[in-house]
C-alpha cells in the first residue's frame, strides 16, 4: 500500500512503520514550491522488499543517484516548518501499528475528547480520530465527527480510505486492471501519478527498487465514502454520510403557533439564523486559528459571514476582492469591508497573467473542467497575493451556500418541486470544483473554511420541504432570503440583489475577462487538431478552443488518467454550454426581475 501525502512529513522519532509483510521506507521530494511551507513532499514506495522507516538523521545533503531533486533532510530542519507541523502523520503509542495521514478539521474536538475521557499524546485535533476509531470501529467512529476531512488509516495489514460528505477534500487512489483494490493511495493526483513508472532509490545507504504498473488509473474516493480492504482480501466500498441523509423535519406552512406565538417554521427560520452565527463565531475562535481574512465579493453569502466575524469581534480582520478594473462589484465589495471595519485589499486581476498561470493551476486542481479553472484562477491570484504580503493565515469563504441552497439561476426552469430537488442532489452528489480550494490554499499555506459546508447548517436547511426552498416569484435562494430578512446578519438592499458567479462578478458584462482568456486559448490551439478532438478525447470531448486547451495541458501532466476527471461542470435545464451564467439564454431574463421591488410589492 503507498500512502503519500502532500505538505505533510515524519512526525514520531524512532518509530518503524511496518504494515504486515510490507515494510515501508520514506523519500522526502524536494518540490519547486513557492514557499518553504510547501516545498517538501514525503512518498511511500509501494513495493519495497526489505527496509524500515526512520527517521534517524541522514546527512542533509545527500542526494539520491537516480533523481537529483531527491534529498533525506534532518527531522529537525522539518519540524522547524510552521505550517508543515499540522500535517504530519499520526501515530500513539498504545495503539503500535496505527498511522493516520489526515487532511482534516475536527470541528467539535473538545466535546469528543471530554464525552469519552481520550488522553491525548499531542496538541493536534486530528489525534482524536485514532482514538475514536480504536473505540468504536470506523463507521461508528466518522458518526461522531463535526467537520471537513480526507484521510488515510493504516491498522496494521487494515488500511481505509476515507472521504467525508463536503468534497473540500481530495482523497485518490491507483486502481489497477489486475488487482481488486487500490494499490496505491493519496492527497494529490499529482503523487501518484508523479511514481507510476519504474524507480531505484537509495535510502541509508541500502538500495531498494520497485515498479509502477503504467495502465493503473487514478480516481476519486467517492464523497461520503470508506474505501477498506488489505491484502489478501477484496477490497470494498460503503457511504457512510451524504447531505441528504437528515432528519426531515415537517414543515407545514399552515402550521398552527407554538405557544410562543411563533409557528413552526417560524421557529425553524430563527434557528437557522443562531446555527449560522454559531458555525462561523466557532470556526473565528477555534485555538488553531490565526491571522484571519474574507473573501469579500459583495454578494449576500460573504457578506453575511463578514458581519458575523465583526460580531465575534475578530481583531485585524482582513478582507481581499480579487477582479479586474472594470469589475461592477468592486464597490459592493467596498462598503462591505467598510461596515465590518476591515482592513481591506483590492486585488487587480489580469486575464492575460491569467493565461500564463494556467499550466500550474491545472497541476494543481488536477482538473480541466472549464468553470474549476476559471474559478481556480481568480483564487490562485488571491492566494499568491496574501502569501507575497505575509497577510492572513486562514481565509472565509462563501463557497458551498450556492449548492446547498439552489443558487444558480436554471433552478427556476424547474417545474416542480421533485424536479428542484432532483437536479440538486445530482450536482451536489458530483464533486467537481469543491476542492480546488483546499489544494491552492495549501499550496500557499492558507487554510481555508467553508462555515456553510457544515453538517449543522445543511441538515438543518435540507430539513426545510422541497417546496419551501423552490425558486419563488422569479427569485432564486428566495426562501433563505425569507429566513435572513429583518435580521442584524445582512441589510435589506444586499439581501435582495441579484445573485452574480464569482467568476462573472471579477469584471463588468462589457469586459468579460473570460472573453480575454478565450481569445488567447484560441490562439493557442492547432486548429487542425481541434477539429479531430473528438476523435482524440472520446470522454468528456470538448466543445471550444478553451476547453480544448485546458484539455490538452491537462493530458501533458496526467497522460491517459481520463477517469481522474469523470465528468465536466454542465448548466442544468439546457440552458447553455457554458458554465457563466452570463452566457445562458436565461441570464437577461434574469436581470429584469428587480428583487427588492417584488418583496417591497408582495409586503
Known amino acids: ?52 522507516v526512520t527517521n534517524k538523521a541522514a546527512p ?40 493516520l495521514v489526515p487532511n482534516a478539521d475536527i470541528f467539535n474536538y473538545h466535546e469528543l475528547k471530554e464525552k469519552y475521557g481520550f488522553e491525548m499524546q499531542s496538541d493536534r485535533p486530528e489525534e482524536i480520530i485514532i482514538h475514536l476509531y480504536k473505540r468504536l470501529g470506523i463507521t461508528a467512529a466518522l458518526n461522531e465527527i463535526q467537520g471537513e476531512y480526507s484521510f488515510i488509516l493504516c491498522d496494521n495489514e487494515m488500511s481505509y480510505l476515507v472521504r467525508d460528505g463536503t ?38 545507504g541500502k538500495e531498494f527498487s520497485y515498479e509502477c504498473n503504467r ?43 407554538c405557544k410562543n406565538g411563533m409557528s413552526v417554521l417560524g421557529q425553524m427560520r430563527m434557528r437557522l ?38 460580531d465575534s469581534q475578530v481583531k485585524g480582520l482582513k478582507t481581499f476582492f480579487v477582479g479586474t478594473k472594470s469589475a461592477h462589484e468592486r464597490a459592493s465589495s467596498e462598503n462591505g469591508a467598510k461596515s465590518i471595519s476591515s482592513i481591506h485589499h483590492d486585488i487587480m486581476f489580469d486575464p492575460k497573467q491569467a493565461f500564463e498561470d494556467i499550466p500550474k493551476v491545472i497541476e494543481l486542481v488536477e482538473t480541466y473542467d472549464t468553470a474549476s479553472i476559471r474559478k481556480a484562477l481568480l483564487l490562485y491570484s488571491v492566494c499568491k497575493y496574501i502569501h507575497q504580503h505575509n497577510a492572513i493565515d486562514v481565509l472565509f469563504c462563501g463557497e458551498g451556500l450556492d449548492d446547498i441552497a439552489g443558487s444558480q439561476i436554471y433552478y427556476k426552469q424547474a417545474k416542480c418541486a421533485e424536479e428542484f430537488q432532483s437536479t440538486l442532489e445530482n450536482n451536489l452528489k458530483r464533486p467537481i470544483g469543491r476542492d480546488i480550494y483546499d489544494k491552492i490554499g495549501s499550496w500557499f499555506g492558507i487554510r481555508i473554511v467553508f462555515p456553510f459546508l457544515d453538517p449543522l447548517f445543511t441538515s438543518h436547511y435540507l430539513s426545510f420541504t ?56 484560441n490562439k493557442a490551439v492547432d486548429h487542425e487538431e481541434y477539429e479531430k478532438r473528438e476523435q482524440t478525447f472520446l470522454h468528456n470531448t470538448p466543445l471550444t478552443t478553451e476547453e480544448y486547451f485546458y484539455r490538452q495541458t491537462f493530458e501533458k501532466i496526467f497522460p491517459e488518467q481520463q477517469s481522474l476527471v469523470p465528468a465536466v461542470n454542465r448548466p442544468s435545464f439546457g ?13 437577461p431574463q434574469h436581470l429584469c426581475v428587480d428583487f427588492l421591488a417584488t418583496v417591497r410589492m408582495m409586503v
Open 1 to 52: 500500500m503507498l500512502v503519500s501525502w502532500d505538505q505533510e512529513f515524519i512526525a514520531d522519532k524512532n518509530k518503524i512503520f511496518k504494515y504486515g509483510s510490507i515494510k515501508l521506507v520514506i523519500r522526502f521530494q524536494k518540490l519547486e514550491g513557492v514557499n518553504d511551507r510547501s516545498a517538501w513532499i514525503a512518498l511511500y514506495p509501494p513495493r519495497v522488499v526489505s527496509g524500515y
Open 60 to 99: 542533509r545533503s545527500r542526494k539520491n543517484s537516480s533523481n537529483d531533486s531527491t534529498y533525506y533532510p534532518e527531522c529537525t530542519s522539518i519540524d522547524s516548518i510552521p505550517y508543515a507541523a499540522k500535517y504530519k502523520p499520526i501515530s500513539v503509542g498504545k495503539y503500535p501499528g496505527v498511522v
Open 167 to 204: 468534497g473540500t477534500r481530495g482523497l485518490c487512489y491507483l486502481e489497477y486492471p489486475h488487482r481488486s483494490g487500490p494499490m496505491s493511495a493519496a492527497l494529490r493526483a499529482s503523487l501518484l501519478n508523479s511514481y507510476q513508472h519504474s524507480h531505484k532509490t537509495t535510502v541509508f
Open 215 to 257: 495502465a493503473g488509473q487514478i480516481r476519486h474516493v467517492p464523497l461520503g465514502s470508506i474505501i477498506y480492504g488489505d491484502n489478501k482480501k477484496e477490497w470494498k466500498r460503503k457511504v457512510f454520510t451524504s447531505v441528504f441523509q437528515q432528519p426531515n423535519y415537517h414543515t407545514d406552512l399552515l402550521a398552527p403557533p
Open 273 to 310: 439564523r443562531n446555527i449560522i452565527k454559531q458555525i462561523i463565531t466557532c470556526r473565528s475562535k477555534s485555538s488553531t486559528i490565526g491571522k484571519v481574512g474574507l473573501l469579500l465579493s459583495g454578494g449576500l453569502n460573504s457578506r453575511v459571514i463578514g458581519n458575523v466575524l465583526r
Open 466 to 521: 422541497n417546496e419551501d426552498r423552490i425558486p419563488r416569484f422569479g427569485i432564486e435562494k428566495y426562501f433563505l432570503r425569507v429566513c435572513l430578512d429583518h435580521s442584524d446578519l445582512i441589510t435589506e438592499e444586499v439581501l435582495w440583489k441579484h445573485r452574480e458567479d464569482w467568476v462573472d462578478s471579477a469584471s463588468s458584462f462589457d469586459r468579460f475577462w473570460v472573453k480575454t482568456l478565450q481569445r488567447c486559448c
Open 575 to 587: 440552458v447553455g454550454m457554458d458554465p457563466s451564467p452570463r452566457t445562458w439564454n436565461i441570464y
